[in-house]
Every structure is written in C-alpha cells, then in structure tokens.
C-alpha cells in the first residue's frame, strides 16, 4: 500500500516522507521532483512561462503515473488537491495522509524561500491565509488521517503514519 502525503507548503511533506521511507523501507517519490525531472526544468520556471493552469495538468499526470506504484511514499505538491481530478486519484493512489499547518508556522518556515512562486513578494501571511482557507475543505475531504503538525517532531510525526499505515 502507497502512503501518500499531502499538505500546504512548508507542512514537512518531502521532509516527513523521506523520513518515513528510511524508516519503513519504501521508496520515496515526490510529484514536484517528477515533474522537474521529466520537464528538465524548476517549477517556478513552469509557473513563469506557462502559469499555474498548465502545472496543474503536469501535476496530474505526474499522479496518474503513480497509480501502478506499490508500498511507496508518495510526497505531493501543495496544490494538488486544487485540481477536482486529482482529489479521485489521491484516494485511488493510497492511503492519504493531511499534514495541517498553521499559517504561522508555513511563514516562519518558507521565510527568505523564494522557490514557491504563489508565495514571492510581501504580505506572505496573508497570502498563506487566503491560499489556505480556500484549501481547507479539499486536504480535509481527501484525507484518510490529519495530523497538526505545528508542534510536532518528524520522528513523532513518523510515529503516528506508522502506527495507523506502515
Ligand atoms: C504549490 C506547492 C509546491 C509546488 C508549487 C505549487 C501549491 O509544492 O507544487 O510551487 O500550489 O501549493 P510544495 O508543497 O512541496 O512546496
């Protein structure tokens, strides 16, 4: 069975799942680093030349590739539960796991990162508010388990995937 992790950026997903793929011995896989490498280039790269519409469908196929996958770690990209396609698909790619955040805490952690293009310029916390309230219902819907993560360590955060999936 794939574990497949989604959240909002800065929520720990490529962290937690590497993590979670030494502890369990399952391959980490990661949509963005799929789409980056089939593309041969960076994301915000993708953003800036073809805008969020056309990452979104790259972002889709991206998951549909995994459906075959088996006993992975499956990271995604913030946005992907924003594309109704790939809400289906998230759930037919595994067991999903939310890992919520507090706007706060994304700030704090994406400070001085300027790799996110839905996140470049002043005024982040409101930014990550907006983006976040919109996003609430999708990663709640599309999830199997939610985790808040704000105060937890990736070890316990590990833990408790293991506990109810590994
Ligand atoms: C995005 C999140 C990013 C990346 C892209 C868009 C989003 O991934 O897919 O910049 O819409 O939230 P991370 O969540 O890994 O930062």
Same mark, same amino acid.
């Given at each position: 069975?794939?574990?497949?992790?989604?959240?909002?950026?800065?929520?720990?997903?490529?962290?937690?799942?590497?993590?979670?793929?030494?502890?369990?011995?399952?391959?980490?896989?990661?949509? %963005?680093?799929?789409?980056?490498?089939?593309?041969?280039?960076?994301?915000?790269?993708?953003?800036?030349? @073809?805008?969020?519409?056309?990452?979104?469908?790259?972002?889709?196929?991206?998951?549909?590739?995994?459906?075959?996958?088996?006993?992975?770690?499956?990271?995604?990209?913030?946005?992907?539960?924003?594309?109704? %396609?790939?809400?289906?698909?998230?759930?037919?790619?595994?067991?999903?796991?939310?890992?919520?955040?507090?706007?706060?805490?994304?700030?704090?952690?994406?400070?001085?990162? @300027?790799?996110?293009?839905?996140?470049?310029?002043?005024?982040?916390?409101?930014?990550?508010?907006?983006?976040?309230?919109?996003?609430?219902?999708?990663? @709640? %819907?599309?999830?199997?388990?939610?985790?808040?993560? %704000?105060?937890?360590?990736? @070890?316990?955060?590990?833990?408790?995937?293991?506990?109810?999936?590994?």
């Amino acid at each position: 069975m794939n574990i497949v992790l989604i959240g909002f950026m800065g929520s720990g997903k490529t962290t937690v799942g590497k993590a979670l793929s030494a502890k369990c011995g399952k391959e980490f896989l990661d949509t %963005d680093a799929l789409i980056e490498a089939k593309e041969g280039r960076k994301i915000s790269e993708i953003f800036a030349k @073809e805008g969020e519409g056309h990452f979104r469908k790259l972002e889709y196929a991206a998951l549909k590739s995994l459906l075959d996958a088996k006993d992975k770690i499956i990271s995604t990209g913030g946005g992907i539960v924003t594309y109704p %396609d790939n809400r289906g698909l998230l759930k037919k790619a595994g067991k999903v796991v939310y890992l919520r955040v507090k706007p706060e805490t994304v700030v704090k952690r994406l400070e001085g990162d @300027e790799s996110r293009p839905l996140l470049v310029g002043d005024d982040k916390l409101s930014k990550v508010e907006n983006l976040l309230s919109s996003r609430k219902a999708m990663y @709640e %819907d599309a999830a199997d388990i939610i985790i808040d993560v %704000d105060y937890l360590l990736v @070890e316990e955060i590990v833990g408790l995937i293991v506990k109810d999936f590994a």
